[in-house]
T-cell receptor, first 115, second 110 residues
Framework: DAGVIQSPRHEVTEMGQEVTLRCKPI?????LFWYRQTMMRGLELLIY????????DSGMPEDRFSAKMPNASFSTLKIQPSEPRDSAVYFC?????????????FGNGTRLTVT | AQRVTQPEKLLSVFKGAPVELKCNYS??????LFWYVQYSRQRLQLLLR??SRESIKGFTADLNKGETSFHLKKPFAQEEDSAMYYC????????????FGKGTRLSVIA
């Protein structure tokens, strides 16, 4: 298994542009999580899905952020319009369940830079 | 509300010295605690969980409910231990997602 796959690995864009981050979870995992990593705030949970259904999006910072999971093997995190303060590493993770007892498997992350 | 505090952003120790990465938590019920690690150019991965009471790569962590702490310890640091370490918490029933601390970067100096 290749593990959780994220694309792109790096994204550089100008302020105001739309950014789409992609994630393919591990086959068989029912839960998917999007985290944002910054020096100041560490790892913040943005949103998570269980069986493709969003369970809690209270961590999404603003309406500019949206996430979808159209099927069990694909999820996107979209930022529109992007701003410089969105610059961070965005991680996708999957697990057998959304509870903490199920170990999370992380992707390599997408490093986003908004200029 | 669930909260995890890792007071040290950076911890530097010499090879062979003991290591203690601090983690304190805030949770109204009985928590499940975890340590995740991210080595250079590798993915964030689970290191250990308190319910397993295991030692992984020489690291141990004991849940102290009185002090609401879950410090990660190793008696003799090795250079390959240099990494970013995250403490994480979930509700006892296991039906809440992990909340992570801000992380501590451990640097082991030869």
């Amino acid at each position: 298994d290749a593990g959780v796959i994220q694309s792109p690995r790096h994204e550089v864009t100008e302020m105001g542009q739309e950014v789409t981050l992609r994630c393919k979870p591990i086959s068989g995992h029912n839960s998917l999580f999007w985290y944002r990593q910054t020096m100041m705030r560490g790892l913040e949970l943005l949103i998570y899905f269980n069986n493709n259904v969003p369970i809690d999006d209270s961590g999404m910072p603003e309406d500019r952020f949206s996430a979808k999971m159209p099927n069990a093997s694909f999820s996107t995190l979209k930022i529109q319009p992007s701003e410089p303060r969105d610059s961070a590493v965005y991680f996708c993770a999957s697990g057998l369940s959304f509870g903490g007892n199920s170990p999370l498997h992380f992707g390599n992350g997408t490093r986003l830079t908004v200029t | 509300a669930q909260r995890v505090t890792q007071p040290e952003k950076l911890l530097s120790v010499f090879k062979g010295a003991p290591v203690e990465l601090k983690c304190n938590y805030s949770y109204s019920g009985s928590p499940e605690l975890f340590w995740y690690v991210q080595y250079s150019r590798q993915r964030l991965q689970l290191l250990l969980r308190h319910i397993s009471r295991e030692s992984i790569k020489g690291f141990t962590a004991d849940l102290n409910k009185g002090e609401t702490s879950f410090h990660l310890k190793k008696p003799f640091a090795q250079e390959e231990d240099s990494a970013m370490y995250y403490c994480a918490l979930s509700g006892h029933s296991g039906n809440t997602p992990l909340v992570f601390g801000k992380g501590t970067r451990l640097s082991v100096i030869a």
